[in-house]
């Protein structure tokens, strides 16, 4: 099936679609709750499910209202939990320039609900929620999808433009494709610093760490696929302390909230840099690895660093969850550890060499634990599949989800480069045009993984085998 007819096969009938919200609206009526709904809808801002560790499902609600929703769980309603109440930190050092930056401010309400195993339905107001399968069939997978506005790089991407900022067409495509499951693997803020006044294609954007930025970075160009499927959120550099870890911390991470942890205080930036992993599964033969390595840097780290320490003690918790029999694990963190960074004009630079001199203190020369068959990152803007004819998991990057890209690698790719000591590229399969990437499982219990452009076009099918991945095409990956 192409992906023309796959959009359309996918995609739910306009008719039927209005039947239901019909339907609902009348059983709604009927139990007397419209009134209610109409009361909570003008409040909420976002609304969608996260899944965390142990598989647990939360209702995540961002409201202008001072008090929580209540959740509708089958046929009772529940009170939601406070997650922040709404505040404005203090200005902290950033990224950026003191002069360049200014106090975080959340006029919001995050409220929580974790779901219980036996739900059958949940919504908020008229908004019905997904829940998570116990099987999914198909995950979209996307990363590094808000828009730039950095005066350091002097890189102000065009917001308001479709084509120089296609995230929310991204979305929408990835929306219709009915995923049963969402994977972001992190950077969902970007808009970092005021847009100057003479250039159009910002001016009046958004900035800074607040609400009002992550409204536009996110939590408004996302939420058909919000409303699709629940999430699996990883985090990136851009959500590290220093950065848009306040809102990180707020909205999106799968912890009990905790002030130690807020990033507010920049005294405790060593606690809230850094999270335990965990996995969710995605059926009883795949589980996924989350991963937070948002504050890893470049360069190899020294064994006495407290980071080398912290992520040491991270990557042998990784091992121990890998380890569980019969499961195939998909290792997901935001930096690329065997893929490549492209640089213009200059041969491609290797992996996070931070992440890889950990690594191998604990997995000397596989990197990963044997249970690890897929790794999966973002942090470089463009797609990499990449299979290795030496014992590494085959590793995508799929970074291209509305930042502005990055430049292409030469095609033919350097045969002699590599992304670490030991690690041999088979083919590699790669493209610097915005998109995405979905996984849809196989009927012998692997997955497809299928690169596609902003609209849907299909680009790439790779069909895994144990670590191994073998692509429909290799090299450059021109869209159409």
Known sequence: MDATKQLRHNTVSPALTLASALGMSLLVAACGGSDSNRSVDAGVKAAWVVVGSNNQATVRVITSDASCPQVLDGADYNAMTLRAAAATAAQRPTASAAADSKPSAFPVTACEYKVPANSSSISVGSRSLPLPKKAPQRVV?????GCRL???DNAWQACADGDAWPFPEIASTAAAMQPDLVLHIGDYHYRENACPADIGGCKGSPWGY??????ADLFQPAAPLMAAAPWIM???NHEECARAGQGWFRFLDTQPFDAKRSCDDPANDGL?????????????DTQVIVFDSSKAGRAALPISDPQFVKYQAQFQTVNRLA??????SIFTNHHPILGFAPLAGAAPAPGNQALQSVMQSVNPTAFYPAGVK??????????QAINFSSNHPATFVSGNGGDN???NFADPFPSSISPAPGVIVDKIAHTSSFGFMVMDRQSNGTWAYKAYTRKGQLLTTCQQNGNNISCDKTGYLAPN
């Open 405 to 407: 890209l990055d430049v």
């Open 323 to 328: 380890a569980q029999a019969g499961v195939n």
């Open 210 to 215: 607040g609400w009002d930025a992550w409204q």
């Open 272 to 284: 809230g840099n850094f999270s335990d992993p965990y996995a969710v599964a995605v059926g009883a």
């Open 150 to 152: 950095k005066k350091a």
């Open 374 to 383: 897929t790794a999966i990152h973002g942090h470089v803007h463009d797609f």
């Open 234 to 236: 990883v985090r990136g």
């Open 141 to 145: 997978v996307l990363a590094d999808t």
